[in-house]
């Protein structure tokens, strides 16, 4: 009797353990969404799951689906608007690849997702979440140069990731080093970070950032290693 007692309790544990992995492994985020248009715009829902992101709208025409292979760029820009952007071409602008703008009506991302897209998106990613609970390595206090003006803030390193945490939360950004392109010092009071946003008027978005301390040659060098890192070899599997 005490065996098939402790067998019985073995498998109530067992099963407890798979419907809570089960449930950690479906998770799905849904937000009332519409989607930016330059006329008329579009309402839904934007669910996000363990495979891919959809676009529920209202007449079924306009719903679109995409694994996460298929996104190009995911960006969450504030908690209540993020972008996408595909392999798709524009069908009335040639040479531009497709993007869609989504404000949240209903709620709000957070850090939870923010972290589950992190983890869910091979290519490269942007948030605004700079929540981090690691070791921060260093951190220097800067000015972000903007176009026009600028904003304070600090950025802070990690060891696997750069985070810059501006003091009035716009323009905040958590980036792994995947999401990259390049670092440099342009001066001795300047330090550059290329990322793969894209940016009017050029390709891709750079964050420049005046220095109100030296950053350390150990720091810079910590940070150029990861961004440049040598790419592993892909190795084709064997039959």
Request: glycine residues 4%; proline residues 5%.
């Amino acid at each position: 009797m005490r065996i098939r007692y402790f067998n019985i309790r073995a498998i109530v544990s067992a099963c407890f353990l798979l419907f809570s992995a089960l449930q950690v492994n479906a998770q799905e985020f849904t937000y009332k969404v519409r989607q930016d248009r330059l006329i008329g715009d579009r309402e839904g829902e934007l669910i996000i799951s363990t495979d891919h992101v959809e676009f529920r709208a209202k007449k079924e025409k306009d719903t679109r689906s995409w694994t996460y292979g298929e996104i190009k760029l995911f960006e969450i820009l504030s908690p209540t608007r993020v972008r996408v952007w595909t392999y798709q071409n524009r069908k009335l602008r040639l040479g531009q690849e497709e993007n869609l703008s989504f404000k949240i009506i209903n709620g709000q991302i957070d850090q939870q997702v923010s972290d589950f897209l992190r983890q869910s998106i091979p290519r490269p990613f942007v948030t605004s979440f700079t929540n981090e609970d690691s070791e921060i390595l260093a951190q220097i206090p800067v000015k972000h140069l903007h176009r026009f003006s600028g904003c304070q803030g600090v950025p802070k390193l990690y060891a696997d990731r750069l985070v810059y945490e501006a003091k009035d939360g716009h323009d905040s950004r958590s980036w792994r080093w995947t999401d990259i392109r390049a670092v440099s010092r342009p001066d001795v009071d300047r330090f550059e970070v290329l990322t793969f946003e894209p940016q009017n008027g050029g390709p891709k978005r750079s964050f420049n950032f005046i220095l109100k301390e030296p950053l350390v040659d150990k720091a810079y060098d910590f940070i150029w290693s990861r961004v440049f890192r040598p790419t592993p070899l892909i190795k084709a599997e064997e039959k």
